[in-house]
């Protein structure tokens, strides 16, 4: 079953806790946090003390993205603040199977996210240790681009990789997620879809949640 991980990017931040609640009450997976640091992405958004205030409005898992230029320096700040998963970007990490294991050493989930430019044969050496794979289909920052279409070769190739290695991780895609691009991510084999804009600026977020697990003909 395909899960729908809500991202707050484009939620109401000044009503937080009620938008958190208000995409449970209509069906998502989980709460995906989108954590920039205006140096890795042209973007500044929450901190650890942001996650630790509506951790407790809801029981739903939180992914943090970390898009910062040093996951190794804040990863902790995050876990420590209610953060289920970590991810974080192969392009800001040297040494990734290290960093993978310290944030499993913590008790959270961690995995890697690869940016549109980066071919996916970089994360290979690396899949193995990884509970989850992130592929970004806009170029990370802001809420609202569209979809990158070669990112459906980067799923199906992660797909094939997990199956011949006899591997579990899940395949997440974030970004230009609609009712048309999430048929074509969960056919090129995603098992979660992060989507922002979409839910949170639909007139019924339950309906819209429904439309991105709904099969066209």
Request: with cysteine; glycine share 8%.
């Amino acid at each position: 079953m395909v899960k729908i991980a809500a991202s707050i990017l484009n939620a109401d931040f000044g009503n937080l806790a009620s938008e958190i609640k208000r995409a449970e009450r209509a069906g998502v997976n989980l709460i995906h946090l989108d954590i920039m640091d205006g140096h890795f992405v042209p973007n500044l958004t929450i901190g650890p003390q942001v996650v630790e205030s509506i951790r407790s409005y809801t029981t739903l898992p939180f992914e943090a993205h970390l898009m910062v230029t040093d996951p190794d320096k804040y990863f902790s700040a995050f876990v420590k603040a209610g953060s289920n998963l970590v991810l974080f970007h192969i392009e800001t990490a040297p040494q990734p199977v290290e960093l993978l294991k310290k944030i499993k050493e913590t008790g959270a989930r961690a995995g890697l996210v690869l940016n549109p430019e980066t071919p996916i044969e970089t994360l290979f050496p690396y899949l193995e240790e990884c509970d989850q794979i992130l592929v970004m289909s806009v170029h990370p920052g802001f809420g609202g681009q569209r979809f990158i279409d070669s990112s459906l070769k980067k799923i199906s190739s992660l797909k094939a990789q997990r199956k011949n290695l006899g591997l579990k991780f899940q395949i997440e895609v974030d970004g230009g997620i609609n009712q048309k691009t999430a048929q074509e991510c969960r056919k090129a084999g995603s098992d979660i879809l992060v989507a922002g804009t979409y839910l949170f600026r639909a007139k019924d977020i339950k309906r819209a949640v429904a439309s991105l697990l709904k099969k066209q003909g």
